[in-house]
């Protein structure tokens, strides 16, 4: 189950990206550019999803930019391995504008009807604790982990149908309320699975 996740597909995916990394780099554009970029817009879209008086149907912008924020990260990564430009801010930054973004795009979810705020916050939590306990592997001696079944890459996945659908479905099935809590157990037994894995990985 610990290896059960969408970022399984990221090999194939950067595959696609390779021709768009490789213009960046002509560009002048670097890793933490990239990284900072997509931090700022998915900081900028759940504000305004959050603050702003607009239509549920302004969620539809939510599937759009989870997949573009998935191939930005994915690019800052290419950028960086590919072309030397590997530093210790990027790493920081790769890690906490990640947890920054998550958090962002997360919180729009609370303000409607069916969303219990309490799970939101809980799942915040969870998602910030499953990327931590990933890089913590690396401090221990063993890599940095990416075990689900439950990873940042299936929670965008996540994120996006429930946008789509509350953009398209009103008013909002109350049940789609449901998929946060079991989105934070899913996110809950990562962290274990993380943990467990990079326990096992050094001894």
Not at 112 to 128: K, R, S
Request: proline share 5%.
């Amino acid at each position: 189950m610990a290896q059960m996740s969408l970022y399984r597909l990221k090999p194939a995916f950067q595959r696609l990206l390779q021709p768009a990394v490789h213009l960046l780099h002509r560009l002048g554009v670097s890793a933490n550019q990239v990284t900072v970029l997509a931090c700022a817009v998915s900081v900028a879209l759940g504000l305004a999803l959050y603050l702003a008086p607009l239509a549920l149907a302004w969620f539809a912008l939510l599937p759009l930019w989870l997949f573009l924020r998935m191939a930005l990260n994915a690019i800052d990564g290419m950028l960086a391995r590919d072309f030397d430009q590997r530093t210790v801010l990027g790493a920081y930054l790769n890690e906490l504008t990640d947890v920054i973004a998550d958090a962002a795009l997360y919180l729009p979810f609370a303000r409607l009807a069916g969303f219990d705020p309490l799970w939101i916050g809980a799942l915040v939590l969870a998602a910030a604790l499953s990327e931590m306990s990933g890089v913590l592997g690396q401090t221990v001696g063993a890599s940095r982990r990416y075990d689900g079944p439950f990873g940042k890459s299936d929670r965008a996945f996540l994120f996006g149908a429930l946008g789509l659908a509350v953009a398209l479905v009103q008013p909002v099935p109350g049940w789609l309320g449901w998929a946060i809590p079991i989105a934070a157990a899913l996110t809950a037994l990562t962290v274990v699975n993380r943990v467990r894995a990079g326990l096992q990985e050094i001894r």
